[in-house]
C-alpha cells in the first residue's frame, strides 16, 4: 500500500530510532515473530466472518513462515500508527502491500520486494474517462515531471472541475496532489474502501488506487457500475515494489525474510499466489 509518511510521524520514528540505536545490539533467535496487517486492503489482505485474515499476503507469509520454521502470529492494525507501533515493538513486521520509497527507508528497513503492481482510476461507468485496457497498456515512468506531465495531460482536462477521492499516506496522496489539485477537488479519505463507497454514491467523480485493489472490488455485484479508466501507470514511480516493513536494528529478521521471499519467487509460489488473488502475475 502506497504510503509516504507525514512529518510528525517522521519526527517521533526518528527520536525512536534514535533511542533505540543507543542501545546495545544482541542477536536475537527469531522463532515467533509478529506481523501487522491491515486486513482491509482486498485482495492483498482481508478479514474473513468470523475474523480470520486471508489475501494475497497472509497466505505468502505462512509460506514464508513455513520455510523460515518460524511461528507467525499475525495481527490488525490500522495504517496510519503502522509504522509508529512497529518501532515501539508491538509487532516486528509490517505486512500491509507497502511500497519501498526513499523516505521510507530512512526510518525503517524492508525486505526484497515480493511484488510491483500499476494504479490507475476508477470511475463511473461512462464517458468521463476512456475505459482503461490491459496489462499491456501500462505506461511505466520514472518520478520525473517531465515523463508525468504528458502523461497525464489529457487525464487533467478530463477531470478538471471534479472531485477526486484518494485513500490519506499512499504514495499515491503527492502523485495527485501534485499534478491534479488545482485542477480538481481531492478528497482524502482513512481508507481505500471508504472512497470507493462515496465514488458508488456519486459524491466524488473518481478515485486513484492500485490496480489489483480496484480489481477486487469491481469483481463485486454491487460495482457493476463502477470500471477501471484511463491509462494504468507503473514503474519507478510508485518505487521499488510492495515488501515487508521491518525495524533497522532487526538485520538477522531481514536475512531471513529475504532468504525465503527469494526461494518463493524462485519456486513460482509468488506467481502462483498472485495469479489466484490478482488475475494476473504481480511478481517484480
Do not use: H
Not at 533511542?19 to 492483498?44: F, N, R, V
Not at 497472509?58 to 518501532?87: F, H, S
Not at 477501471?228 to 514511480?237: N, R, S, V
Amino acid at each position: 500500500m502506497k504510503r509516504p509518511l507525514f512529518r510528525c510521524v517522521l519526527i517521533n520514528v526518528f527520536v525512536a530510532s534514535a533511542l533505540l540505536a543507543s542501545l546495545p545490539l544482541q542477536a536475537k533467535e527469531w522463532k515467533t515473530i509478529t506481523i501487522a496487517t491491515e486486513g482491509s486492503y482486498e485482495p492483498w489482505n482481508l478479514t474473513l466472518p468470523g475474523g480470520k485474515l486471508s489475501g494475497f499476503e497472509p497466505e505468502l507469509m505462512t509460506n514464508l513462515c513455513q520455510r523460515m520454521k518460524i511461528e507467525c502470529k499475525l495481527v490488525v492494525q490500522n495504517w496510519d500508527g503502522m509504522i509508529a507501533g512497529m518501532q515501539a515493538g508491538k509487532y516486528d513486521v509490517i505486512m500491509d502491500a507497502i511500497v519501498i520509497t526513499p523516505d521510507r527507508r530512512k526510518v525503517i528497513d524492508f525486505t526484497v520486494p515480493y511484488a510491483s503492481t500499476p494504479a490507475s482510476f476508477i470511475t463511473l461507468k461512462g464517458d468521463l474517462l476512456p475505459k482503461a485496457g490491459g496489462p499491456e497498456k501500462i505506461i511505466k515512468l520514472n518520478d520525473d515531471p517531465k515523463e508525468i506531465e504528458p502523461a497525464v495531460a489529457g487525464l487533467k482536462a478530463a477531470l478538471k472541475g471534479k472531485t477526486i477521492g484518494i485513500a490519506s499516506g499512499t504514495v499515491y496522496t503527492p502523485f495527485i496532489d501534485n499534478y491534479f489539485k488545482g485542477v480538481a477537488t481531492v478528497r482524502e479519505y482513512n481508507a481505500s474502501a471508504d472512497a470507493m463507497l462515496d465514488l458508488q454514491a456519486e459524491r466524488i467523480d473518481a478515485v486513484f488506487d492500485d490496480v489489483t485493489f480496484a480489481n477486487s472490488i469491481l469483481s463485486k455485484p454491487e460495482n457493476k457500475d463502477l470500471q477501471l479508466a484511463g491509462p494504468q501507470l507503473g514503474g519507478p514511480i510508485w518505487g521499488e515494489g510492495e515488501a515487508l516493513g521491518i525495524r533497522k536494528t532487526d538485520g538477522e529478521l531481514k536475512a531471513k525474510l529475504d532468504e525465503a521471499i527469494k526461494a518463493a519467487l524462485a519456486d513460482g509460489t509468488v506467481k502462483k499466489l498472485s495469479e489466484k488473488w490478482f488475475k494476473t502475475n504481480v511478481t517484480p
